[in-house]
């Protein structure tokens, strides 16, 4: 039984891990947490959104690889994330994740897109139901092969007035 005369050595600073409230004397064996944001198990002091970083150590930037100034070394995001794209809704190529227009937008041209019809348009890059088919012919109307309908000139044959009888003399 303890009388109170014995005398016991251990931890006494009570702000160490290992601290003894039986000691009486510290013998040097205290240890505290290696860092000040964590606790004796080496667990976060503060951590505000759970993620195993304490928030001392937390590096704010954008963390969506498809961004395009990703930062891997962030561990909170900080709404800095840039998509660049085109940012106009009446534009053909619209990128609906897009915050910084790159200039690049594409907006309807209305024509004929078909390279074989006889109407294309290099610069149209929205059929507008305007092609025409190419009709090959000849377009002369004082020929005898005019063809009306033809929009692509072809060999012409002229009329030959005369007799067209192969037993005829004339």
Request: hydrophobic share 30%.
């Given at each position: 039984?303890?009388?109170g005369s014995?005398l016991?050595?251990g931890?006494?600073?009570?702000?160490?891990?290992?601290?003894?409230p039986?000691?009486?004397?510290d013998?040097?064996?205290?240890?505290?947490?290696?860092?000040d944001y964590?606790?004796?198990?080496g667990?976060?002091?503060?951590?505000?959104d759970?993620d195993?970083?304490?928030?001392?150590?937390e590096?704010f930037?954008?963390?969506d690889?498809?961004?395009?100034?990703?930062?891997?070394a962030?561990?909170q995001?900080d709404?800095?994330?840039?998509y660049?794209?085109c940012?106009?809704?009446?534009?053909?190529?619209?990128d609906?994740?897009a915050?910084?227009?790159n200039g690049?937008?594409?907006?309807?041209i209305?024509g004929c897109?078909d390279p074989?019809?006889?109407?294309?348009?290099?610069d149209?890059n929205?059929?507008?139901?305007?092609?025409?088919?190419?009709?090959?012919?000849?377009m002369d109307?004082?020929?005898?092969?005019?063809n009306?309908?033809?929009?692509?000139?072809?060999t012409?044959i002229?009329?030959?007035?005369?007799?067209?009888?192969s037993t005829?003399?004339?």
């Open positions: 039984e303890d009388d014995c016991y050595q931890c006494t600073d009570e702000t160490a891990c290992n601290y003894d039986t000691a009486d004397i013998d040097g064996s205290c240890t505290f947490p290696t860092e964590l606790d004796c198990n667990d976060c002091i503060n951590d505000t759970g195993g970083i304490c928030d001392e150590l590096i930037g954008c963390t690889p498809l961004a395009d100034n990703y930062d891997p962030a561990t995001e709404g800095s994330c840039i660049f794209g940012t106009d809704e009446e534009a053909l190529n619209y609906e994740i915050n910084v227009d690049a937008c594409v907006y309807p209305l897109i074989n019809a006889f109407n294309f348009n290099v149209a929205v059929d507008d139901g305007s092609c025409i088919p190419v009709i090959i012919g000849c109307p004082t020929m005898w092969n005019y009306i309908s033809a929009n692509t000139a072809d012409c002229p009329y030959v007035y005369g007799c067209t009888d005829a003399w004339n």
